[in-house]
């Protein structure tokens, strides 16, 4: 037994406990106070606190929007294929939740191919400008400056949305493109109506912007009346139209790839990028290309595995994890301990140390291959002190801005009647973007390039046509060597560590599909970013909060948060839902082929199938 287990009494379970977290509220939300001291209802199977998953013989999908739920259903149903049916929900997506997506930003995924027989992960992040040194964007940032701003044109990579989609279509797809970008199209002409949670957002991200514009000077003009034109954020259920995206998305259904890279919509992009000052070219975005890249997968336990996309992604973090909390058996303990958030928390904190120093465009750095092997894992394991938080680690010696935050990503999964599964993100990035908006083709420009590093010795330091760190990742699980489920966690620094509570709650603690998205979870913010100087560097001047903060939801037991402070760890509780993502899943039978999904809580989404 590891040395964690007899230091501690069992902690009253996580999702069953009569008292939760001292500092937080009962209930939160857009809800009247007469409700905010209600519970929950009762269920005759499962969980208290969950709703049912969903099952269905044929199809499945799982969005953060019903309405693009239903589109790639409609699409299923037109004979399209789960890549058809993924492609036209993000189109949706895009629409209707512009506060997490949309064609101004990158996109990856994994696809389950049935008939190959393997998983196939593509790229479609995008690049810098190719003729920008270091040298030269540091010359346009504000004297002192050690990190890219948020807004304006000097974050801003080319969008590699597009360009994955006609990818993954030429190799996937059914139906013609025009078919599937249709439903999108007709729902930005007529209208839509804003669900809650992305009608919040859309007020928060009004708010960010303007307080932005105080700090930052940049072009809100577009962006302020494609979503904001009566001064004010769309409201829950008002009809919401954007007629500009409805033409672009148009003219791409109609002339392909090239209308968005070489075409006229690229000539308005450039045109306009280059009026804010960026150095940008027609060339650039003539030259970006999607990659298709290698799955990765570790075991875990009980034949279950995980399988994520390498760097310049984040997706090795959650491998990492899996490595170092297999040499531990977490279920000894309840779920809502203090032994296992510990135990959790300090396995994040380890891989993202790595996570900062190593992950970065692999054309212009090689990640070791030391990162995912079982030695490694219990070297790093070996690290974790069982009775207190380590006020600081480091990156393992395998060679000699903050995060994005809330809100700022759509994850979607579609699976078919064929067996093909597609796990698919997509982002703008932090907040809805840049806050550029390309003269009349309503869609925002992602601040990806946030994440470069300015230390020119850094793996993810800025240089021409380069791709930076990125934290959007798809994610799959294997059974037994089997495809058994599609499934992702929005919500930028969150998606590691929720990846891996959501395989832990799967695997370790018995949960459905469902329960394992509405449990209570926890965010670790802090720690070492990959847009930091390299410690002992020239540019290794700014101190870094090693420790970090460690967010948990209310359904953390009282006791658990006390005993977390006890150790060291600074503990918040956090009652919105906001830092911890938004989940959706499909899982598949291998013998009957029959399709389970789930959406959850802390979105407006929903999974459905036939």
């Known amino acids: 037994?590891?040395?964690?287990?007899?230091?501690?009494?069992?902690?009253?379970?996580?999702?069953?406990?009569?008292?939760?977290?001292?500092?937080?509220?009962?209930?939160?939300?857009?809800?009247?106070?007469?409700?905010?001291?209600?519970?929950?209802?009762?269920?005759?199977?499962?969980?208290?606190?969950?709703?049912?998953?969903?099952?269905?013989?044929?199809?499945?999908?799982?969005?953060?929007?019903?309405?693009?739920?239903?589109?790639?259903?409609?699409?299923?149903?037109?004979?399209?294929?789960?890549?058809?049916?993924?492609?036209?929900?993000?189109?949706?997506?895009?629409?209707?939740?512009?506060?997490?997506?949309?064609?101004?930003?990158?996109?990856?995924?994994?696809?389950?191919?049935?008939?190959?027989?393997?998983?196939?992960?593509?790229?479609?992040?995008?690049?810098?400008?190719?003729?920008?040194?270091?040298?030269?964007?540091?010359?346009?940032?504000?004297?002192?400056?050690?990190?890219?701003?948020?807004?304006?044109?000097?974050?801003?990579?080319?969008?590699?949305?597009?360009?994955?989609?006609?990818?993954?279509?030429?190799?996937?797809?059914?139906?013609?493109?025009?078919?599937?970008?249709?439903?999108?199209?007709?729902?930005?002409?007529?209208?839509?109506?804003?669900?809650?949670?992305?009608?919040?957002?859309?007020?928060?991200?009004?708010?960010?912007?303007?307080?932005?514009?105080?700090?930052?000077?940049?072009?809100?003009?577009?962006?302020?009346?494609?979503?904001?034109?009566?001064?004010?954020?769309?409201?829950?259920?008002?009809?919401?139209?954007?007629?500009?995206?409805?033409?672009?998305?148009?003219?791409?259904?109609?002339?392909?790839?090239?209308?968005?890279?070489?075409?006229?919509?690229?000539?308005?992009?450039?045109?306009?990028?280059?009026?804010?000052?960026?150095?940008?070219?027609?060339?650039?975005?003539?030259?970006?290309?999607?990659?298709?890249?290698?799955?990765?997968?570790?075991?875990?336990?009980?034949?279950?595995?995980?399988?994520?996309?390498?760097?310049?992604?984040?997706?090795?973090?959650?491998?990492?994890?899996?490595?170092?909390?297999?040499?531990?058996?977490?279920?000894?303990?309840?779920?809502?301990?203090?032994?296992?958030?510990?135990?959790?928390?300090?396995?994040?904190?380890?891989?993202?140390?790595?996570?900062?120093?190593?992950?970065?465009?692999?054309?212009?750095a090689k990640t070791p291959k030391e990162l995912l092997t079982d030695a490694y894992g219990k070297q790093r394991f070996a690290l974790i002190d069982p009775a207190k938080a380590t006020p600081a680690f480091t990156p393992g010696a395998l060679i000699a801005p903050k995060l994005e935050g809330e809100g700022d990503t759509t994850y979607l999964t579609v699976a078919d009647k064929d067996g093909m599964m597609v796990s698919l993100i997509q982002s703008n990035y932090r907040g809805m973007g840049s806050g550029l908006v390309p003269d009349g083709l309503g869609f925002m420009f992602q601040d990806r390039g946030e994440l470069y590093s300015l230390d020119s010795a850094h793996p993810n330091a800025y240089a021409p046509a380069k791709r930076p760190f990125q934290t959007i990742i798809p994610a799959f699980i294997r059974k037994d060597g089997k495809p058994w489920a599609s499934f992702g966690l929005m919500g930028g620094g969150m998606q590691p560590q929720g990846h891996v509570q959501v395989l832990v709650n799967l695997v370790d603690y018995g949960m459905n599909l469902q329960e394992a998205g509405d449990a209570a979870r926890l965010h670790h913010d802090g720690g070492r970013q990959p847009t930091d100087a390299l410690a002992g560097s020239k540019a290794d001047t700014a101190p870094i909060d090693t420790l970090g903060v460690l967010q948990v939801e209310p359904g953390i037991p009282a006791a658990t948060v006390a005993a977390l402070r006890a150790m060291g760890h600074k503990v918040e509780v956090e009652s919105t839902g906001i830092p911890f993502g938004g989940y959706q899943i499909i899982a598949r039978d291998p013998v009957s082929g029959v399709y389970t999904g789930a959406t959850e809580m802390r979105k407006d989404g929903q999974a459905s199938g036939y």
């Open 1 to 364: 037994m590891h040395k964690l287990a007899p230091l501690f009494l069992a902690a009253t379970a996580l999702l069953a406990a009569p008292t939760l977290a001292q500092d937080a509220p009962a209930h939160t939300g857009t809800t009247t106070e007469a409700t905010r001291s209600m519970g929950p209802g009762a269920r005759p199977v499962g969980a208290q606190w969950s709703r049912s998953p969903v099952v269905a013989p044929h199809a499945m999908a799982a969005t953060a929007h019903p309405l693009a739920t239903q589109i790639a259903l409609d699409i299923l149903k037109a004979g399209g294929s789960a890549v058809d049916a993924a492609i036209a929900a993000n189109a949706a997506l895009g629409l209707m939740e512009p506060t997490g997506n949309d064609i101004g930003g990158d996109l990856f995924a994994i696809v389950w191919d049935p008939k190959a027989g393997q998983l196939v992960g593509i790229n479609g992040s995008g690049r810098s400008p190719a003729g920008q040194t270091l040298a030269q964007l540091k010359a346009k940032l504000p004297k002192g400056a050690t990190s890219l701003p948020p807004v304006g044109h000097l974050p801003v990579t080319i969008p590699g949305t597009v360009d994955a989609w006609f990818d993954l279509h030429a190799r996937f797809g059914k139906l013609p493109m025009g078919e599937v970008l249709a439903p999108t199209i007709r729902y930005a002409r007529e209208g839509h109506p804003v669900a809650p949670v992305i009608a919040m957002y859309l007020e928060r991200g009004l708010k960010n912007y303007e307080a932005q514009q105080k700090r930052v000077p940049f072009d809100f003009t577009n962006a302020r009346k494609t979503w904001f034109a009566n001064g004010r954020a769309p409201q829950p259920g008002e009809m919401f139209r954007n007629p500009d995206l409805a033409n672009t998305l148009e003219r791409i259904a109609q002339n392909g790839r090239d209308e968005f890279y070489a075409g006229e919509t690229a000539r308005i992009m450039v045109d306009y990028l280059q009026r804010q000052g960026s150095a940008f070219t027609l060339a650039d975005f003539a030259a970006h290309d999607s990659t298709w890249v290698d799955v990765a997968c570790v075991p875990y336990r009980k034949g279950y595995e995980l399988c994520e996309l390498p760097p310049n992604s984040q997706g090795f973090a959650a491998l990492q994890m899996v490595n170092i909390l297999k040499n531990v058996d977490l279920a000894q303990w309840e779920r809502g301990s203090p032994q296992v958030l510990h135990t959790i928390t300090e396995a994040k904190r380890l891989a993202f140390e790595d996570a900062a120093r190593f992950y970065a465009d692999p054309a212009f």
